[in-house]
């Protein structure tokens, strides 16, 4: 069924439309703030009116009939179409499905908006799919709120992002030591109808462009953190809530000629700001509990889910590095080269590995105690745990091979239009089979990809996407299978003793 909008303007249901979206957050009350000014209006503001226009796109290629197979599934509430993203998948042919959603939107943008709608709709429906996790013994029916939230952002087609790191401000101490107390989000009051929020939370990516941001925590907490041991969900119109973008390098792209990537893709991170925010009770669903907090993200299937998102997503961007790669090689008449063909191998060994350790995932699922499929644990760990290693390697190596010609570029697509200018960039700035406009456009493409500004935050957001390379290190060690390498050790030790080899029995 079509999407709608009841009477009241808030909207109906069903699959959204690219132009439903977009009129759904264009001038709907949202505090954003760049540049020392407040935006009225994210769908037409330079910095923000492509990156809206490129999340439009992956609602249109759904909502498309012709995509309705790849895209979407009968909502169990409601039979309308809803989008695949929100599958809580009960089989492998299922999860086979979401993965094939996925990745037919991150083709859309090449695998570089890293926080799509997709994203945090994984995590939501993991936590949907564990609800006894968020039942806490008060009274209060966080579970079923969890539920029935879910089943919202799912028939309703909502994009919903998330701030679960607090700003770096005494990182030496906990929360609530934190001078003033209220810094980090967190509740300051309770009240019959629902709680207030006051405080702020870093890393808002896609907040500024998104129907609701959830509020949690993923970091550590300590004794006397209880108020900031929250997962809820408020509307980025809310009052009270104050999005502070980071610099945009959309609104600094000249051109999408000159910058195809950042013109289009730059999702923007954010700071932001909980000031006497109210959240209704029905929009909570942790409340002041450090143990569920933590239980949320390890004990039901939304981490290993959000994050099997954003490999698949991981996984696109790498081809597309490597299409890029190989391009710009058969360009310059080196592909027939074997020190060029050695370096483009070397960046396409890290790409193979990490794209094996997706199939893996997939190979190894596996239906959990609440009869949900799952990716294989130890697979998706180690691909986490390599992330933010072959990234930085792939940037460098892809320098390496661009050299000079990502730096030996006209200053804008302006210069075509000087008659003088364009006669010599088409004598010196050409190859065999590229004239000067096609090859400037395709460095141009690779250095928005490896060295500009945008690029440069695509390489820190990798390396700390999944959290401190520690701690995604330790998560593969939690899941690594141990026992089966012990069982070889053990077969090694027992097949010797101090007079030699030991003969062999059975």
């Known amino acids: 069924m079509a999407a709608g909008y009841n009477s009241d303007g808030r909207f109906a249901g069903g699959l959204r439309s690219g132009q439903q979206y977009m ?9 954003v703030f760049l540049d020392g000014e407040e935006v009225s209006d994210v769908t037409s503001h330079p910095a923000f009116r492509e990156a809206v226009r490129s999340i439009a796109d992956l609602f249109d290629i759904a909502h498309d009939a012709a995509n309705r197979d790849v895209m979407t599934y009968p909502s169990p ?15 492998t042919g299922e999860l086979s499905a979401w993965r094939a959603a996925v990745e037919k939107w991150s083709e859309s943008n090449f695998g570089l908006i890293g926080r799509g709608p ?4 994984g995590f939501f429906s993991g936590w949907a799919s564990a609800p006894e996790i968020f039942d806490d013994g008060s009274g209060r029916d966080f579970a079923g709120n969890m539920v029935r939230f879910y089943e919202f952002l799912r028939d309703n087609d909502v994009y919903i992002t998330y701030t679960i790191v607090p700003p770096q401000i005494d990182r030496s101490k906990p929360a609530h030591q934190q001078s003033p107390p209220d ?18 939370q870093m890393l808002g990516t896609g907040a500024a462009l998104s129907d609701y941001v959830n509020l949690s925590t993923i970091s550590p907490m300590q004794a006397g953190d209880d108020n900031y041991a929250i997962n809820l969900a408020v509307a980025c119109n809310a009052p009270g809530v104050r999005i502070h973008s980071r610099r945009s390098y959309a609104a600094a792209a000249p051109s999408v000629y000159d910058y195809p990537l950042a013109s289009r893709y730059d999702e923007t991170d954010a700071l932001v700001v909980f000031d006497n925010v109210f959240v209704p009770w029905e929009q909570v669903f942790v409340y002041k509990n450090m143990e569920i907090c933590r239980r949320q993200w390890w004990e039901t299937p939304a981490h290993i889910m959000g994050n099997n998102q954003a490999h698949i997503r991981f996984t696109t961007k790498l081809r597309f590095m490597m299409g890029v790669a190989h391009r710009i090689a058969e360009m310059n008449g080196v592909l027939a080269n074997p020190a060029v063909q050695a370096l483009i191998a070397e960046i396409a060994a890290m790409a193979c590995l990490f794209e094996g350790l997706l199939e893996a995932q997939f190979a190894t699922a596996a239906t959990n105690a609440l009869g949900y499929v799952e990716p294989g644990y130890q697979a998706h760990y180690a691909a986490e745990a390599l992330q933010s290693e072959i990234y930085p390697k792939m940037l460098n190596l892809m320098r390496e091979l661009c050299g000079g010609g990502v730096i030996q570029l006209p200053s804008s697509v302006a210069d075509f239009a000087n008659p003088e200018i364009r006669q010599d960039l088409e004598r010196y700035v050409q190859s065999p089979g590229y004239p000067a406009e096609e090859r400037i456009k395709l460095m141009k493409l690779a250095w928005d990809l490896i060295g500009s500004e945008f690029a440069g935050r695509h390489d820190q957001y990798e390396k700390f996407y999944a959290g401190p390379p520690f701690i995604t290190r330790r998560r593969l060690f939690q899941h690594y299978n141990f026992e089966k390498s012990g069982a070889l050790v053990d077969a090694a030790l027992a097949g010797y003793d101090l007079t030699g080899r030991l003969p062999r029995t059975g």
């Open 23 to 31: 009129d759904a957050i264009k001038n709907d009350g949202r505090r």
């Open 77 to 91: 509430a409601t039979g309308d179409a809803v989008n695949v993203i929100w599958r809580m998948p009960k089989s």
């Open 118 to 121: 997709d994203h945090v709709a």
């Open 183 to 200: 810094l980090y989000a967190g509740v300051t009051e309770e009240r019959d109808d629902g709680i207030i929020i006051q405080g702020a």
